[in-house]
T-cell receptor
Framework: GESVGLHLPTLSVQEGDNSIINCAYSNSASDYFIWYKQESGKGPQFIIDIRSNMDKRQGQRVTVLLNKTVKHLSLQIAATQPGDSAVYFCAEKNAGGTSYGKLTFGQGTILTVHP | DTAVSQTPKYLVTQMGNDKSIKCEQNLGHDTMYWYKQDSKKFLKIMFSYNNKELIINETVPNRFSPKSPDKAHLNLHINSLELGDSAVYFC????????????FGPGTRLTVT
């Protein structure tokens, strides 16, 4: 079936660098995308979302880019800090069929920030 | 001040036993969810309730039975536990079924021996 996937399972960066986490999705019917951060021993925490009628959205130190042509989603973290170390998930919602808030999650990327 | 809480945080039990995990949210949300996260961190939805009504029921063995006594609570009962049930189970809630920002609980790590 269609699913959300990530290109890089692990990413290591130095403190202060910018980080880019990528996600490929295959369901062209998806109309909403969301990034979650999961720290060790905790539940996923919302970071930022974007609807399919947008191609960029910015938050505090984070930017999500959506390229519907190639079905690609990315999360950019500016000036990465050690506290950003976590597993990052992208998730998608399918516009078709039942839309009761069902999210399909990608596998996750482990981000490690070295001081 | 916890938004979504789960109990217990850890659960170790033997195969064949029956166990329950409880979830409560104090956000006033209408919709609650159960997710299973396996050892590879893959997160998959199991169930969703909106105002105590089941609205999402993924392909989950019928040994798993969710129960929502009110919209602030969604419990998960598991019968005849199997080794493959070992995982972290997350409860989540959202303001409404059409609101996609979901707030997750801290998780319950279930280990079946």
């Amino acid at each position: 079936g269609e699913s959300v996937g990530l290109h890089l399972p692990t990413l290591s960066v130095q403190e202060g660098d910018n980080s880019i986490i990528n996600c490929a999705y295959s369901n062209s019917a998806s109309d909403y995308f969301i990034w979650y951060k999961q720290e060790s021993g905790k539940g996923p925490q919302f970071i930022i979302d974007i609807r399919s009628n947008m191609d960029k959205r910015q938050g505090q130190r984070v930017t999500v880019l959506l390229n519907k042509t190639v079905k690609h989603l990315s999360l950019q973290i500016a000036a990465t800090q050690p506290g950003d170390s976590a597993v990052y998930f992208c998730a998608e919602k399918n516009a078709g069929g039942t839309s009761y808030g069902k999210l399909t999650f990608g596998q996750g990327t482990i981000l490690t920030v070295h001081p | 001040d916890t938004a979504v809480s789960q109990t217990p945080k850890y659960l170790v039990t033997q195969m064949g036993n029956d166990k329950s995990i409880k979830c409560e949210q104090n956000l006033g949300h209408d919709t609650m969810y159960w997710y299973k996260q396996d050892s590879k961190k893959f997160l998959k939805i199991m169930f969703s309730y909106n105002n105590k009504e089941l609205i999402i029921n993924e392909t989950v063995p019928n040994r798993f039975s969710p129960k929502s006594p009110d919209k602030a609570h969604l419990n998960l009962h598991i019968n005849s536990l199997e080794l493959g049930d070992s995982a972290v189970y997350f409860c989540a809630s959202s303001q409404a079924s059409g609101a996609y920002e979901q707030y997750f609980g801290p998780g319950t790590r279930l280990t079946v021996t």
